[in-house]
């Protein structure tokens, strides 16, 4: 029996539109140049519809092709400081990557988030997966492979709580040595932390590190799986874990209006500049069973969630019943039609349905 289900209270949250491109890759969607003002206006709009969190990602190198998909963005942890001034209720989750940004200056920095949004702070930590756009910058090492750089993002991660809570520290580790080392002031409260996993190892950085994982499959029942591996990975650590999962939503008046919409992205397909993004990810495309290389077949990086708010309100709920989740992170094609349709006839409706 897990510590955690799925009943009760749902988060949701909106991911920005950091990078130009957003989350379809396509020659067709609406303008996304991934600026401060077009993540402000999202932000607030997000925040005044009631949505529970607000998170922007890090991305250093973009995947080329046409669009230049994703070549464009702001740095995430100085964007939020922005955007949680300009916003009021919503958790602001800024992300990092333990290998490009020392703890000790992480530590303050999340701090100076949290005086900025009012102990509304968070962080996202990614142990990093994006060779191409750290070896730019000399951060990447081939040292550290995919269950090392969980090892060093334990370090980074103990650092960085500890941090926030200790007068000084004292570390002598295989990657980082502190001596002595200050971090004042400490944050109101703890930062609400996440990360993503998929893999064991992965989860098991989440269960440790995190008060929420991000979780993802190619179909409903891989996304079930791993669900239940993180929750069972929990109780034999004794914690509990939030697991959440994110959607991209097409919404418009009519099913048949949005999925003519879908249709258009879909057939506007940045060929080269999913390439790019496999390249980047270290994927085959001829991985066939692999969630994202089936999603990017239809220009789409995340699930899609397509039609009218009634329609996208029940996806929504057969999505977080049939796997599990305690929330989900959702981005759009459109953010301003988007949330503004989301918050008048999809959010009241999944409220009322979950309690």
């Known amino acids: ?75 995430s942890v100085s964007m939020m400081c922005g955007i949680a001034e300009a916003t009021k209720n919503a958790k602001i989750i800024a992300t990092v990557h333990t290998l490009l940004m ?32 750290l070896n730019q910058m000399g951060a990447w090492r081939d040292d550290v492979d995919h269950d090392e750089r969980y090892n060093y993002a334990q ?11 200790e007068d000084t520290v004292d570390f002598a580790g295989k990657y980082f040595n502190f001596t002595d080392c200050v971090s004042e002031p400490k944050p109101s409260q703890k930062p609400f932390t996440v990360c993503a996993g998929q893999s064991e190892r992965g989860l098991r950085f989440s269960v440790r590190n ?41 919404i418009d008046d009519t099913d048949e209006k949005a999925e003519a919409t879908a249709q258009y992205y879909r057939d506007g397909k940045d060929l080269g500049a999913v390439e790019g993004m496999m390249r980047s990810y270290g994927i085959d495309p001829a991985l066939k069973d692999n969630a994202m290389v089936i999603r990017s077949q239809g220009a789409f990086m995340a699930r899609d969630i397509i039609g009218s708010p009634e329609t996208v309100t029940q996806k929504l709920i057969e999505l ?3 796997t599990e989740m305690d929330g989900v992170m959702i981005n759009f094609d459109d953010y301003q039609q988007g949330l503004t349709l989301f918050g008048e006839h999809v959010l009241p409706n999944l409220r009322a349905h979950y309690g």
């Open 1 to 75: 029996m897990t510590n955690q289900t799925c009943t009760g209270k749902k988060e949701f949250g909106v991911f920005l539109p950091i990078a130009n491109g957003g989350w379809i890759v396509s020659k067709n969607t609406p303008l996304l140049d991934g600026s401060y003002q077009q993540n402000k206006q999202a932000a607030v709009l997000a925040d005044e519809i009631g949505m529970d969190f607000i998170m922007s990602m890090a991305k250093w190198r973009g995947y080329g092709g046409e669009t230049n998909h994703w070549g464009c963005s702001m740095e």
């Open 102 to 133: 020392n703890p000790g200056a992480v530590a303050k920095m999340i701090t100076t988030l949290d005086q900025i949004s009012q102990g509304r702070a968070g962080l996202n930590i990614v142990s990093g997966s994006f060779r191409d756009e």
């Open 155 to 165: 370090e980074w991660s103990s650092l960085v709580h500890r941090l926030w809570t």
């Open 210 to 250: 995190a008060d929420a994982c991000f979780v993802g499959g190619k179909d409903d029942e891989e996304t079930l799986g791993i669900t239940r591996l993180a929750r069972k990975i929990a109780d034999e650590y004794n914690e509990s874990i939030k697991c959440y999962t994110m959607a991209t939503v097409v």
């Open 320 to 322: 977080i019943d049939n």
